[in-house]
């Protein structure tokens, strides 16, 4: 079984500076993909950025990266610069052997002015 | 490209009733994958599909609950007869390929009276 855990339930951060989204997760799968997805108030589903178990370098989109720690068993994102835009909820993700994700509980993001 | 298209957005409906939820994939998607969200459970998987044949169930939660493919453009989430407790937000994602990055679609709000 797969389980992913995200311990803050609220962040805040200051506009133009960086966040970081802490999530572990744990899997008896050798093979298996960490994703981060964003939903606004509005409610939709964003994918944001991907790492793969296998990749050894840190998976980067734009303002965003993921600092994988395979050891450590954690995919944490961060965000560069942060923009009032960005508030929202995240939520990490995982998938293996199978192809259906297993979400986090999700961090709540508020970027003050 | 359109994205995953749900349909309806929302829907009200009495107790006893049957809800009807659809979904169109994003073209050339192989996987569909019906989720439901709520505030107590978070992001939970329904059931997905891969190239039209159901491939795993297990998170339906009773018999109330069926889904169908009839074919690679076309998805529905049936509940019969619905109840308070299936109020919630109801998403359909796809994807293709082996990174399984998944779109979600807008989402439909469920809530049952």
């Known amino acids: 079984a797969q389980k992913i855990t995200q311990t803050q339930p609220g962040m805040f951060v200051q506009e133009k500076e960086a966040v970081t989204l802490d999530c572990t997760y744990d899997?008896?799968?050798?093979?298996?993909?960490l994703f981060w997805y964003k939903q606004p108030s509005s409610g939709e589903m964003i994918f944001l950025i991907y790492?793969?178990?296998?990749?050894?370098q840190n998976a980067t989109e734009g303002r965003y990266s993921l600092n994988f720690q395979k050891a450590r068993k954690s995919a944490n994102l961060v965000i560069s610069a942060s923009q009032l835009g960005d508030s929202a909820m995240y939520f990490c993700?995982?998938?293996?052997?199978?192809?259906?994700?297993?979400f986090g509980s999700g961090t709540q993001l508020t970027v003050l002015p | 490209d359109a994205g995953v298209i749900q349909s309806p957005r929302h829907e009200v409906t009495e107790m006893g009733q049957e809800v009807t939820l659809r979904c169109k994939p994003i073209?050339?998607?192989?996987?569909l994958f019906w989720y439901r969200q709520t505030m107590m459970r978070g992001l939970e998987l329904l059931i997905y599909?891969?190239?039209?044949?159901?491939?795993?169930d297990s998170g339906m939660p009773e018999d109330r609950f069926s889904a169908k493919m009839p074919n690679a453009s076309f998805s529905t989430l049936k509940i019969q007869p619905s109840e308070p407790r299936d109020s919630a937000v109801y998403f359909c994602?796809?994807?293709?390929?082996?990174?399984?990055?998944?779109?979600f679609g807008p989402g439909t709000r469920l809530t049952v009276l």
């Open positions: 994602a796809s994807s293709f390929g082996t990174i399984n990055e998944q779109f």
């Open positions: 899997t008896s799968d050798q093979s298996y993909g």
């Open positions: 790492q793969g178990s296998y990749d050894e």
């Open positions: 993700a995982m998938d293996g052997s199978a192809r259906q994700l297993t």
């Open positions: 073209s050339g998607h192989n996987s």
């Open positions: 599909f891969n190239n039209n044949v159901p491939i795993d």
